[in-house]
Structures are given as structure tokens and as C-alpha cells.
């Protein structure tokens, strides 16, 4: 086995594009000898150049000493004949698999017999490079995230021929240079782009049943569900050209799991140029800045009366309303369900659907409510409610009626899809957790959020939705399912 703390360790990494130049700077900042080329002419050079002005920047900032130091032990390379002493290869090139089989195999002539040959890539499969080289047990997926010397993680991909120690050399490697090292199956995604199969694609759905719309559903995601970003603000970031070519290459790869099911409501967009902020238009208008539609000011008029379910008689106390023990006449009705829609609760509370609202309970109502309203709740009743709800200050947004709301249905198909992620076996259920919190930035990962508001709760949430829509995208995972019912941690491994 290779040994990634040994002082004398060379390194090479094969692309000077964004990527390359990130690696290559991590690896010499742990003081390994690193080795760069690119086929291209000047790219290396270039890359070189990019990389001493980041140390440059670095240490203005106070966050390093000495940059020359550091940019000395990086070395442009001529052709690949001169990353014969190399014990590790990474290579960064354009994402084509026949690519990056002709790298590795012509680095197979060149490197010693025990040197690793490590792949960056994001979507193909690692043993698929592999199966074609004459000693595949080397080959192995070392997957960073842009920009690589920000974003501490790297997933290190055991394909299905990769021998032991060449990952676990590359796992010791990562902690030397300060990443947190994710082990992982040679699955489609890997874990973060596999796990990031719900937050976009559910919100989408959404929007594409008329629930709400996606400055609503930002607004409920960041401000009530606690993620940094709404789902239609990080497509418009990312573009969506490139998070809808992903959704379609997941879809297909898993042979149309319906989890994974891309929007129909994304390609027009492609096709008219509405990207995101590269082309200054998305889902949002940035001229110069993101423009979110403004929220309209919440109605006056509260209502005379009302009646509530038990979650909600606290917080409608707290506002000054004195819920009736039964429903008259003419009171608005408050509900809570977890996964049915308000029509649903009504109906199924005996109450009368034309006066009835729902708030959902998942998240608290501290910072933000969400009020959905059946098909036939009259507009009045609707408005009294908002504007009891918005009295105290705290943002109201009124949705369509949906199972499970916003919020509830988006972290459920999170959840959902990291128990599948777990069922699989693709990682350990801590080192799942890990990787999403690290790599897209959750509030918590798959599994601790499940944890942190009720897996029971969660299992409630997908049951409802899948007998409402008879789907299997909403089927339970069974890892979520024997969890919930034992009573057990989303986060307890198999024995």
C-alpha cells in the first residue's frame, strides 16, 4: 500500500482547467511535490499562474505563510513521460469516458506498477474507466467539488474492481491535505449529486402543480426549512441548462427511477436561454442583482372567530385569537395535517372545506407560516387567517392546496432519497451525512434531519402522499420504514 504521508510523495494531476488547478493547489499546500500537464499548449502554464495568484490572495488574507514556497513544489511537465515518478495520477480532463481511458491507459505504459491512477469525475463510472486497463485494482474516483480548495470534501469511489488500498491511500491522502474523505460506491452520483436527487426536482413538481410559485418556494425553504438557498435560486446559480442535463443524466442512469424524475417545465427554459445569472435571467432577473418578486403586504381584516387543532392553539392564543372548542358557524378553521392536503383534512375532521386553512406545523412558527387553502375555501376566510397569522410580524405565503405543503414534501423526499442512498449501501450512514452537509450545504444531512424532526413523522408524510397520488416516487424507503417503526436513529447501520 501506498504510503500518503511519506515526505518524498509526487503527485500528478493530468488537466489545468478550474478543477485541476484547485487539486494541484491542495496537494502542494501538504507539501507534496506535484506535477502538472495539459495537453493543451499554455493551459499549464496558465493553470500555474492562476494558482500562485490564489496564494498570492491567501496570504494578504493572513491564511498561509510563505506562497513561493508552495508554488515551488508545483512543476509544469512537458508531456506524460515525465509523470513517470508519480506515485498518485489525478486526472481532471474533459468528462468523456473514452477520454479518460486513453489518459489512463497511456499512463499505465509510463508509472511505476503500485502508482495510483485517480479520476475527478463527477458522473461516469469509475469501473467503466477501469475494466479497460491492465491493472484496474489501481484505478479509482477521487471526486472534489468547485472550488476545491474551499469545498473540503472529496469523495473517494471504490469501483468494482479498485483493490483496498488504493482508496484507502487516497482517503489518508485527503486528510493530509485537509478534506474530509467520503468512501463510497461506483454508483451514478457517487453521494452528494445522488442525494441532491430531491431538493430541485421536488420543488419543480411544485411549481408544475400550481402549489405556489418559486419565489414562494424559496422563500419557505430558506426562511422556515433553514437551507441557505431555495431550489430555483440555486438552479439559476448552477444554470439550468447544467442542473437539468444532470436530472436526465440521474433519471436514466437509474433506468427511470420515478424518485429522480426530471421537470417537463425546464427545457423551454433551456431552449429560450433563460439560464440563470450567466445570462442574466433565470427564474429570477438579475439586472444587477437578483430580483425576487416582492411579497404582497398581508390583509388587515382577522377573523371574528375561530377554531383550531391542537398544534395550533398556542400559537393562535399567542396572536390574540380565542379558539371555540367547536366550529360555529362562521369561524375559520385552522388545521395541521402532516402530508394530506387541506381538502383532505377537512374532510377528514368533519369540517366545513369553504372555511377551512391549514398552517403546517413541521418546521415551528417562528419564521416564517405557511397558510394553504383548499380548492373551495372562500377568499375571505382565507384572508382573515393570513392576516391573523402575519399580526405578530413574522411572514406569512399562501400556497395552493398540496399534500404535505412546501416544506414538508421537499425535506421528506430528502430524507426519503438519503435512506435509499443508506438501503444501498453506497456509504456509511454517518459519512452520508457527512458529504451532503459539506458538499450541498443542508442545514443537516439526509438522515439527521429525518432524526431531528421525526422520522415517524417523515414516514407519515410519504405514506399520505403516495396513497394521494398512488406513485411509487413517494414509496418509503425500507430503511426509513424499519427505523421509524423500531424507533430507532435514520443515522443506526446495519449490525
Known amino acids: 500500500m501506498l504510503d500518503a504521508s511519506r515526505s518524498d510523495l509526487v503527485a500528478g494531476v493530468a488537466g489545468c482547467g478550474t478543477m485541476g488547478r484547485g487539486i494541484a493547489q491542495v496537494l502542494a499546500q501538504c507539501g507534496v511535490r506535484t506535477l502538472i500537464y495539459d495537453a493543451q499548449a499554455g493551459a499549464a502554464e496558465r493553470g500555474l499562474d492562476s494558482i500562485a495568484q490564489a496564494l498570492t490572495r491567501l496570504a494578504e488574507k493572513g491564511r498561509l505563510d510563505d506562497p513561493q514556497a508552495i508554488k515551488g513544489r508545483i512543476e509544469v511537465v512537458p508531456g506524460l513521460q515525465a509523470l513517470a515518478p508519480c506515485h498518485v495520477v489525478i486526472e481532471a480532463i474533459v468528462e468523456d469516458l473514452s477520454a479518460k481511458r486513453t489518459l489512463f491507459s497511456e499512463l499505465e505504459t509510463i508509472v511505476g506498477d503500485e502508482c495510483i491512477l485517480a479520476s475527478n469525475t463527477s458522473s461516469l463510472s469509475v469501473t467503466a474507466m477501469a475494466a479497460t486497463c491492465k491493472n ?35 482517503t489518508q491522502l485527503a486528510k493530509r491535505f485537509g478534506h474530509t474523505p467520503i468512501r463510497c460506491k461506483d454508483t451514478p452520483g457517487f453521494v452528494v449529486n445522488h442525494a441532491g436527487r430531491a431538493f430541485v426536482p421536488e420543488a419543480l413538481r411544485i411549481l408544475s ?8 418556494i424559496d422563500r419557505i425553504l430558506v426562511d422556515a426549512a433553514g437551507f441557505r438557498i431555495g431550489p430555483f435560486g440555486l438552479m439559476d446559480l448552477v444554470g439550468l441548462d447544467v442542473n437539468h442535463a444532470v436530472m436526465k443524466s440521474m433519471y436514466l442512469q437509474y433506468f427511470e427511477e420515478p424518485k429522480y424524475k426530471p421537470s417537463h417545465i425546464v427545457e423551454p427554459r433551456v431552449a429560450a436561454g433563460l439560464l440563470g445569472r450567466k445570462t442574466k435571467r433565470g427564474w429570477y432577473e438579475y439586472t444587477p442583482d437578483m430580483q425576487m418578486p416582492p411579497e404582497p403586504p398581508a390583509p388587515k ?78 377568499r ?116
Not at 474516483?141 to 469501483?159: A, L, Q, R, S
Not at 402543480?209 to 414562494?216: D, K, L, Q, R, V
Open 209 to 216: 402543480e400550481g402549489i405556489a410559485e418559486p419565489a414562494t
Open 301 to 378: 381584516s382577522k377573523p371574528a372567530s375561530v377554531w383550531a387543532a391542537p398544534e395550533l392553539k398556542e400559537l393562535l392564543i399567542g396572536l390574540g385569537a380565542r379558539p371555540e372548542p367547536k366550529p360555529s358557524a362562521d369561524s375559520v378553521c385552522f388545521v395541521a395535517p402532516l402530508g394530506l392536503d387541506a381538502s383532505a383534512a377537512a374532510l377528514e375532521q368533519g369540517l366545513d372545506p369553504a372555511r377551512t386553512v391549514a398552517v403546517d406545523p413541521i418546521f415551528g412558527f417562528a419564521k416564517r407560516r405557511t397558510l394553504m387553502a383548499t380548492p373551495i375555501t372562500r
Open 380 to 495: 375571505q376566510a382565507r384572508d382573515a387567517a393570513h392576516a391573523l397569522l402575519a399580526s405578530d410580524g413574522v411572514p406569512v405565503s399562501v400556497i395552493n392546496d398540496s399534500p404535505g405543503f412546501v416544506a414538508q414534501r421537499v425535506v421528506a423526499h430528502i430524507v426519503n432519497v438519503g435512506c435509499d442512498i443508506a438501503q444501498m449501501r453506497i456509504a456509511a450512514p454517518e459519512d452520508l451525512d457527512r458529504a451532503v452537509s459539506l458538499g450541498l450545504g443542508y442545514p443537516k444531512g439526509p438522515l439527521a434531519m429525518g432524526d431531528a424532526l421525526g422520522a415517524k413523522k417523515i414516514l407519515t408524510i410519504l405514506r399520505a402522499m403516495h396513497e394521494l397520488y398512488q406513485e411509487p416516487r413517494y414509496r418509503p424507503s425500507p430503511w426509513l420504514r424499519r427505523r421509524a417503526e423500531l424507533g430507532v436513529s435514520l443515522l443506526t447501520p446495519e449490525n
Open 136 to 170: 484496474p485494482g489501481r484505478v479509482a474516483g477521487y471526486h472534489f467539488f468547485n472550488p476545491v480548495p474551499v469545498m473540503k470534501i472529496v469523495e473517494v469511489v471504490d469501483g468494482v474492481l479498485t483493490q483496498p488500498w488504493a482508496t484507502d491511500a487516497l
